[in-house]
Each structure stands twice: as structure tokens, then as C-alpha cells.
């Protein structure tokens, strides 16, 4: 079974900084893809970066150039920088990952549509961002 584990949330100042972190287990093959989601409450989970294990990437528009996705393959670990962080980017985070990944941009569109109801998260971590 896949089994995710995020962790680096936190508490931050507006105009901070934090970095994700999310080891995958139980991937099967050595090509695959891991991504970032967040959510409010009343909000529907929404795709903020992915990144497969040939190098195709892709990030929500509104963190584009604050935020970077890198992924240890080796480690099966997919790391987010969050620089300049604002109060919009208060969310739960929440990783997922799976394999036969060739474009991460449909992956996340496919994610986004299951939701919850995608089969492979991880518990989430809190990220809280305060002006």
C-alpha cells in the first residue's frame, strides 16, 4: 500500500518562510509523481505543485515564482519551498503521489476533480500564515 507522510507545517509570518516535506512508500515503480494540494474549509482542494520523476513540473498560478517544488526520487520524498508566503496560502497541505505519471498538469486536474475521493493522500499538514 502507498503511504505518504507530510510534514514542515507551521505557523509564519506574513512574507515568511516554510518548507514541506512528504516521503512516499510502497511506490511499485521507479517512474511516478508526487504533488501538493491544499484546502480551506468550504473550499474544494485545489493542485499547488507538482513534479514527476522526469522533471515535468507544474504550479498553481498564484504561487508561481514563491513557491518550489524538488523531488528526491531516490528518497521517494517531495519537498515545497514556500517563500513570501501570504495569508491565502493558509491552508492544510496535503501530498499525494502515484505512478504512470507522464504530465503532471492533467495529473493534478484529474486529482482536483476526485478530491477526497482520490484514493491516495496523506494526512495533511496545517500551515497557518499571520499578518
Known amino acids: 500500500d502507498l503511504q505518504l507522510q507530510e510534514s514542515g507545517g507551521g505557523s509564519v509570518q506574513a512574507g515568511g518562510s516554510l518548507r514541506l516535506s512528504c516521503v512516499a512508500s510502497?511506490?511499485?515503480?521507479?517512474?511516478?509523481?508526487m504533488g501538493w494540494f491544499r484546502q480551506i474549509p468550504g473550499k474544494e482542494r485545489e493542485g499547488v505543485a507538482c513534479?514527476?520523476?522526469?522533471?515535468?513540473?507544474t504550479y498553481l498560478d498564484s504561487v508561481k515564482g514563491r513557491f518550489t517544488a524538488s523531488l528526491d526520487a531516490a528518497k521517494n520524498t517531495l519537498y515545497l519551498q514556500m517563500n513570501s508566503l501570504k495569508s491565502d496560502d493558509t491552508a492544510v497541505y496535503y501530498c499525494?503521489?502515484?505512478?504512470?505519471?507522464?504530465?503532471?498538469?492533467?495529473?493534478?486536474?484529474?486529482?482536483?476533480?476526485?478530491?477526497?475521493?482520490?484514493?491516495?493522500w496523506g494526512r495533511g499538514t496545517q500551515v497557518s500564515v499571520f499578518s
Open positions: 510502497g511506490i511499485p515503480y521507479k517512474t511516478f509523481a
Open positions: 499525494t503521489a502515484d505512478w504512470g505519471v507522464t504530465r503532471c498538469a492533467p495529473f493534478v486536474a484529474a486529482i482536483q476533480a476526485l478530491g477526497p475521493q482520490y484514493q491516495h
Open positions: 513534479m514527476n520523476t522526469d522533471g515535468d513540473t
